[in-house]
């Protein structure tokens, strides 16, 4: 098939699975995906039936940067589902990614339980603040200046703030020039405004756009106190401008409400994005088990997608990993999707055994728990 013709027929069927609107700014967009990703397709003859993105992208876990495969634009042409033809597509990404060493995927789920039984499992959650301007909290005014920039003249010091921002550091993109000019430039156009300290660095930046009389803030980032000051109350001089203020942020059970004098009490948390680990020895051994006082082993019964998975762990405290038949060592025994939400951070040890989501001796519960994430995974990317 010719590019010409198969950039048009992955165009068409996204269009057709996700009924955007049509216009040469989308096409333009998805195209732009296209070119950096990996395109997953299955035809019936010169028809393009389902199809998937792989985008090549690098996440950042346990001050190290890792591949990660971001799945998007999963679709199919309705006449050929129930053909086991996504199965394929996804059994052919997981199997990529284990040749090449990806060790995680990403992707926002249309549905949670069909993207669980290829191993993916919630890890980010975001909270959404939608209000009447008149009752955005203001905040005192301190040291510093903000300058609004076009997105030119912006993205050295954006893209700066985002690298140094501790927020980002456990599950979030590190993200590459292409994606920020995608997300910042090629997806919407935005208004940038940078928070200057003092000394003229930047420590803080606002993303946002002012649509039909409301203020929609994308992305709002800091490295200081005055930085969140000084762009909430940048945020505030809106109030006379616009009806409504909307800010989303990735949620890391932490919010500014105890710097507010009346805090927001419209605030919305919802779950979104899932998170594959694609192959849990090769994660086993990059994981910091600095603080591991015994030996144990980690059992994972069945990952039908990721059959390498299955199997007992052995962690020893010189730092070793074994795969083995058996163990005589105390073992955690759980899905990996489980193994997921555990080893990221996103749920506690003591949440999974309440639930009766692992099985594990109660000795070994302590050794366990002083060796997990004491960070939230945050994301601020969607793909």
Same mark, same amino acid.
């Given at each position: 098939?010719?590019?010409?013709?198969?950039?048009?027929? $992955?165009?068409?069927?996204?269009?057709?699975?996700?009924?955007?609107?049509? !216009?040469?700014?989308?096409?333009?967009?998805?195209?732009?995906?296209?070119?950096?990703?990996? *395109?997953?397709?299955?035809?019936?003859?010169?028809? %393009?039936? !389902?199809?998937?993105?792989?985008?090549?992208?690098?996440?950042?876990?346990?001050?190290?940067?890792?591949?990660?495969?971001?799945?998007?634009?999963?679709?199919?042409?309705?006449?050929?589902?129930?053909?086991?033809? =996504?199965?394929?597509?996804?059994?052919?990404?997981? @199997?990529? +990614?284990?040749?090449?060493?990806?060790?995680?995927?990403?992707?926002?789920?249309?549905?949670?339980? &069909?993207?669980?039984?290829?191993?993916?499992?919630?890890?980010?959650?975001? =909270?959404?603040?939608?209000?009447?301007?008149?009752?955005?909290?203001?905040?005192?005014?301190?040291?510093?200046?903000?300058?609004?920039?076009?997105?030119?003249?912006?993205?050295?010091?954006?893209?700066?703030?985002?690298?140094?921002?501790?927020?980002?550091?456990?599950?979030? %993109?590190?993200?590459?020039?292409?994606?920020?000019?995608?997300?910042?430039?090629?997806?919407?156009?935005?208004?940038?405004?940078?928070?200057? @300290?003092?000394?003229?660095?930047?420590?803080?930046?606002?993303?946002?756009?002012?649509? @039909?009389?409301?203020?929609? +803030?994308?992305?709002?980032?800091?490295?200081?106190? *005055?930085?969140?000051?000084? %762009?909430?109350?940048?945020?505030?001089? *809106?109030?006379?401008?616009?009806?409504?203020?909307?800010?989303?942020? /990735?949620?890391?059970?932490?919010?500014?409400? &105890?710097?507010?004098?009346?805090?927001?009490?419209?605030?919305?948390?919802?779950?979104?994005?899932?998170?594959?680990?694609?192959?849990?020895?090769?994660?086993?051994?990059?994981?910091? &088990?600095?603080?591991?006082?015994?030996? &144990?082993?980690?059992?994972?019964?069945?990952?039908?997608?990721?059959?390498?998975?299955? /199997?007992?762990?052995? $962690? @020893?405290?010189?730092?070793?990993?074994?795969?083995?038949?058996?163990?005589?060592?105390?073992?955690?025994?759980?899905?990996?999707?489980?193994?997921?939400?555990?080893?990221?951070?996103?749920? !506690?040890?003591?949440?999974?055994?309440?639930?009766?989501?692992?099985?594990?001796?109660?000795? %070994?519960?302590?050794? =366990?728990?002083? =060796?997990?994430?004491?960070?939230?995974?945050?994301?601020?990317?969607?793909?």
């Amino acid at each position: 098939m010719q590019e010409t013709t198969k950039a048009e027929a $992955i165009y068409q069927l996204a269009h057709y699975a996700f009924q955007f609107n049509q !216009s040469e700014e989308y096409k333009n967009r998805l195209n732009y995906i296209v070119e950096h990703s990996k *395109h997953y397709g299955s035809y019936d003859g010169e028809t %393009l039936a !389902s199809q998937i993105l792989a985008t090549p992208l690098k996440v950042q876990f346990f001050n190290q940067v890792f591949e990660m495969a971001g799945v998007g634009f999963v679709s199919s042409d309705p006449s050929y589902r129930g053909e086991g033809r =996504i199965d394929q597509l996804m059994t052919d990404i997981l @199997n990529d +990614c284990k040749e090449n060493k990806v060790l995680f995927s990403y992707l926002a789920p249309f549905s949670y339980p &069909f993207y669980r039984r290829y191993g993916y499992e919630l890890i980010f959650e975001r =909270i959404a603040y939608d209000v009447p301007s008149r009752k955005w909290p203001d905040s005192k005014r301190v040291p510093g200046k903000i300058r609004r920039q076009t997105w030119e003249d912006a993205k050295v010091d954006i893209k700066t703030v985002y690298q140094a921002s501790n927020r980002n550091k456990h599950g979030g %993109l590190q993200r590459e020039d292409w994606w920020y000019d995608y997300k910042f430039r090629i997806q919407r156009p935005y208004y940038f405004a940078i928070y200057y @300290n003092e000394a003229g660095m930047a420590e803080g930046y606002l993303v946002y756009q002012i649509l @039909n009389g409301k203020f929609h +803030c994308a992305e709002w980032e800091v490295l200081s106190g *005055h930085a969140y000051h000084a %762009l909430n109350r940048y945020i505030a001089t *809106h109030k006379e401008s616009v009806s409504e203020i909307r800010y989303e942020q /990735g949620y890391n059970k932490n919010s500014a409400f &105890f710097l507010q004098e009346k805090p927001l009490v419209n605030a919305t948390i919802r779950p979104e994005m899932m998170v594959r680990i694609v192959d849990v020895e090769a994660f086993l051994t990059i994981y910091p &088990f600095d603080n591991l006082q015994e030996s &144990f082993a980690i059992q994972i019964p069945e990952d039908s997608y990721a059959s390498w998975n299955e /199997g007992i762990f052995e $962690i @020893n405290t010189d730092g070793t990993i074994n795969k083995v038949a058996k163990t005589k060592l105390p073992t955690l025994t759980l899905s990996v999707q489980r193994f997921t939400q555990l080893f990221l951070g996103y749920q !506690s040890l003591q949440q999974l055994v309440f639930f009766n989501e692992v099985t594990v001796d109660e000795k %070994l519960m302590p050794v =366990i728990e002083a =060796i997990l994430p004491k960070e939230t995974p945050v994301l601020e990317d969607y793909f």
